[in-house]
Nanobody, 124 residues
Framework: QLQLVESGGGLVQPGGSLRLSCAAS????????IGWFRQAPGKEREAVSC????????YYADSVKGRFTISRDNAKSTVYLQMNSLKPEDTAIYYC?????????????????WGQGTQVTVTS
């Protein structure tokens, strides 16, 4: 059974940076796409970023494009989300998830395994 564990969240001021990690245990990340999602209080979950394995293609939500960078290290079975120029509206619980598929999708139902989430709070 695959387990995904997110880490790296915390409290940061606007304009600051955080790097989230998503470490897999039990099974490897395999060839499947890995996504990051977030959910703010009172809001629906939204797709933030995704990365494939085959060609490391990436996807970013318009709201984070140019500020966030996703990467994966298959040797460490870990996916990272580097978040720069953070804004208060980035405040949310961030989840990583492993897709059923090789390609990226913003549809949460396309993802089989989910982590427990890590809180990111951006405030002055």
């Amino acid at each position: 059974q695959l387990q995904l564990v997110e880490s790296g969240g915390g409290l940061v001021q606007p304009g600051g940076s955080l790097r989230l990690s998503c470490a897999a245990s039990g099974l490897t990340l395999g060839s499947f796409a890995i996504g990051w999602f977030r959910q703010a209080p009172g809001k629906e979950r939204e797709a933030v970023s995704c990365i494939t394995n085959s060609d490391a293609s990436t996807y970013y939500a318009d709201s984070v494009k140019g500020r966030f960078t996703i990467s994966r290290d298959n040797a460490k079975s870990t996916v990272y989300l580097q978040m720069n120029s953070l804004k208060p509206e980035d405040t949310a619980i961030y989840y990583c998830a492993k897709s059923w598929y090789l390609y990226c999708s913003g549809d949460g139902s396309h993802y089989r395994y989910w982590g427990q989430g890590t809180q990111v709070t951006v405030t002055s």
